[in-house]
């Protein structure tokens, strides 16, 4: 063989094994996404068939609705109830699905699922990035308790494939489904993260629409629309007072309960006091974390301190009551100032 | 109506508490060991020791070291049946028993572990 030859087939395998070799990573986790993307809309996990994309399509917003609905195959995984004996009524109402939109979730177990069920609308997945994160941790799901595990977006695949995708209502991992590895929550996780807004949104928008400039005003007044008291971020979460506020409440309502202790079991007195402590607890970070209302926290600081002193008394009422009224200030305080 | 009263205050209190229970409830399907984020992170797999079914408190040993941990009122008993190609189920402190395989997920506090049970998976026999 000649040298020119063999120079031929050197630089020919070399140029070979370099269109081999993947292109770098133009922006670092990019293959993570896209790898999540296609598990979020072609994986099955070994189950029904339904995929994350069967409920939240990207072609309508990541959610569905009746007018969508109406126009899928009725053999869409979406209606697998009506053709599975093994899933049935028990699993999915195909009614609801298409008269309003709405799915079954096993929220409080899956002991009774012929009574023990709910129907929830299917929420959007995007903006997750800004959603998800709380002062109490992750809040996946409408009611913030949708994901297992460590309560993560990554681990709600998990609570997703085993509620919706399981060939029978028995619900076995290895026989029904699949769960997802490790690499494939990390993936999925990726792609949901990469939906929608990545940051907050910097109010006032400036938007080019007159109407749509009025009606931006109107949100954010508050003596108009007022809707930002609610939605302080144009829609996606409610505001910190209303948060803190609510906390408040729940946690009224809890020490109202032990100072009306006389039908409430004994047992329950120590869960009473800390779950009133823990909303207290929630409402101060919310309000000291957003320098919000320093003198309204102050009085839930102290409302606390008491809750703790009555803790460890015989007779807390008078300290429960107290604290009550700690926290009437500070509620009476953030609305005055709101 | 100071009856009336205290019943609406009973099905409140009950439904404050309840719907902390209500959260994760997947949790119960899950075999032991597949937790996602938290088995061999926050949990501790191993095979039971000794369980106080009364007391509450119980050792979980594995390869390396015990673990000692307490079932409160507020432990959630989990019964792993997958081994039998079952789902799993609720369980009782009357599944604690010494010799069977297990999972406990601790109490974190600030970062910090308690001795506290949040859920206990036990294999089924």
């Known amino acids: 063989m000649s040298s020119r030859k063999s120079l031929s087939i050197v630089i020919a395998l070399l140029l070979a094994t370099a269109c081999r070799e993947p292109p770098p990573d133009p922006i670092p986790g990019t293959e993570r996404i896209v790898e999540g993307r296609r598990l979020f809309f072609e994986e099955t996990f070994g189950g029904n068939g339904r995929t994350c994309g069967t409920c939240h399509p990207a072609r309508n917003n990541f959610t569905i609705d009746p007018t969508f609905v109406a126009k899928l195959p009725p053999d869409d995984p979406l209606f697998i109830a009506d053709t599975t004996p093994d899933l049935g009524h028990r699993f999915e109402n195909n009614k609801l699905i298409r008269g309003v939109g709405l799915i079954l979730e096993n929220l409080d177990g899956f002991a009774d699922l012929e009574n023990v069920f709910t129907q929830r609308g299917v929420p959007h997945t995007l903006a997750l990035r800004l959603s998800v994160a709380s002062p109490r941790g992750p809040q996946t799901g409408w009611s913030g308790d949708g994901a297992p595990g460590d309560r993560s977006l990554r681990s709600f695949a998990t609570g997703a494939v085993i509620q919706h995708f399981t060939k029978t209502v028995n619900r076995v991992p290895g026989v029904d489904f699949r769960l997802p590895t490790d690499t494939e929550l990390d993936a999925l996780d990726a792609f949901q993260l990469a939906l929608g807004r990545q940051e907050e949104l910097a109010l006032p928008l400036r938007l080019r629409s007159t109407v749509a400039l009025r009606g931006q005003a109107i949100f954010n007044s508050g003596t108009e629309g007022k809707c930002s008291a609610c939605h302080f971020n144009a829609g996606a979460n409610g505001s910190p007072q209303i948060n803190a506020l609510e906390n408040i409440r729940q946690s009224m309502v809890l020490l109202q309960a032990r100072v009306d202790s006389v039908l409430v079991p004994t047992e329950d007195f120590t869960a009473l006091l800390s779950r009133a402590q823990d909303e207290i607890n929630d409402a101060i970070i919310v309000l000291e974390g957003g320098g919000l209302h320093p003198d309204a926290a102050a009085r839930l600081v102290e409302g606390r301190r008491l809750i703790e002193e009555a803790s460890g008394r015989r007779r807390p009422a008078d300290l429960a009551r107290q604290a009550i009224a700690e926290l009437e200030r500070a509620r009476g305080l953030i609305i005055e100032t709101s | ?125």
């Open chain 2, 1 to 125: 109506m100071r009856l009336s009263f205290a019943v609406t205050v009973m099905a409140t209190v009950s439904l404050l508490l309840t719907s902390a229970q209500a959260q994760r409830a997947t949790e119960v399907l899950i075999p032991i060991g597949q937790s996602p984020g938290v088995s061999g992170i926050s949990s501790v797999i191993g095979t039971i020791a000794s369980c106080d079914q009364r007391g509450g408190a119980v050792t979980i040993s594995t390869e390396r070291e015990q673990h000692m941990a307490t079932l409160s009122t507020e432990t959630k008993i989990y019964l792993d049946r997958s081994a039998a190609k079952k789902s799993g189920t609720v369980g009782s402190r009357s599944d604690c028993q010494k010799g069977r395989r297990g999972e406990v997920k601790f109490v974190y506090e600030g970062g910090t572990r308690t001795a506290r049970v949040e859920w206990i998976k036990i294999q089924a026999e």
